[in-house]
């Protein structure tokens, strides 16, 4: 036990992920800066943001006039900026009759607003059931990578998006399955170099209308993680580390040579990935650089 211990902190690497955190418990979206469009061009809120039961909850009703663009709503933090980042986010609900995008903004440049939405979003359109990572320019989207996505509505899913200098890359996972991507996609673009980061909704039929509902947000640099090891009472071992990670997963090895991903029996509790199994004979355990799975 004592062998398998000291090599669990041998294959860990150091590091602690600094950043935003938001489980959105408090009530409030205090340190957010709350994006109404269509508020803004008519001088009167129109998006509608609610935060309860630790959720935050975004919609906009559709768009009353057709020159102030479709219904869309967003709330970024102006808090920080990243060039290098990590953003992580639960999306626990959305209107499944309503064709929408909705997903992560990074990189957003000066003060967004109406027609002046610059960065990236990884973002997720369940009518055309694809993921998707766009360059945004006066709120136009650029494609630069799509892979085929089908999620369930009424499903809980984590939404990850890093970026690297010009390397951006994403994935989606099931909360009850969080070790195993759905999807993974990767672009190159260094049109923006930093900027904020945050969450949105977008009607992508001009007429329609955006719900969707998130929680459990987290932001930052991006570091190395570090594997966490307890025994647990039960003769079991546990192993944790952030998951505010990006692009690392859990490997296995008996012997050091060759290793395996680890995609089963993980959890996600107080923003930490887990992994649980009994101690039965010798194995090892690292995190590696990549989303798993692939």
Not at 121 to 134: F, G, K, M, R, V
Request: charged share 20%; with cysteine.
């Amino acid at each position: 036990m004592m062998r398998m211990f000291f090599l669990m902190l041998f294959c860990a690497w150091a590091g602690v992920c600094f950043g935003q955190v938001d489980e959105f418990s408090d009530g409030d979206d205090d340190g957010w800066t709350r994006m109404d469009p269509i508020g803004e061009l008519t001088g009167s809120p129109y998006a509608v943001y609610q935060l309860q039961s630790g959720l935050y909850r975004m919609s906009c009703a559709p768009s009353p006039d057709a020159q102030l663009g479709p219904a869309r709503v967003a709330s970024y933090r102006a808090d920080a900026v990243y060039g290098k980042f990590v953003v992580v986010v639960d999306v626990v609900s959305w209107n499944a009759g309503l064709d929408q995008s909705f997903g992560i903004l990074t990189r957003l440049q000066g003060t967004p607003g109406p027609g002046a939405v610059d960065g990236y979003s990884l973002n997720y359109q369940p009518a055309d059931t694809d993921l998707e990572i766009n360059r945004l320019e006066g709120e136009a989207p650029t494609n630069l990578a799509r892979v085929e996505l089908n999620l369930a509505p009424g499903g809980s899913y984590r939404f990850v998006f890093t970026g690297d200098a010009e390397s951006l890359g994403g994935a989606v996972y099931d909360l009850e399955e969080p070790l195993k991507p759905l999807a993974v996609l990767g672009a190159l673009d260094g049109t923006f170099a930093s900027g904020y980061c945050g969450l949105f909704g977008f009607d992508t039929t001009g007429t329609g209308a955006v719900d969707v509902t998130f929680d459990s947000y987290a932001a930052g640099p991006g570091t190395a993680p570090e594997l966490e090891f307890v025994v647990g009472a039960g003769g079991d071992f546990r192993l944790s580390w952030p998951r505010l990670t990006g692009r690392w997963h859990l490997e296995t090895s008996a012997g050091l040579d060759l290793w395996e991903d680890v995609l089963l029996d993980g959890g996600v509790t107080s923003g930490k990935l887990r992994y649980a199994a009994p101690m039965l004979g010798r194995r090892f355990y690292r995190l590696a650089e990549g989303w798993g799975g692939e």
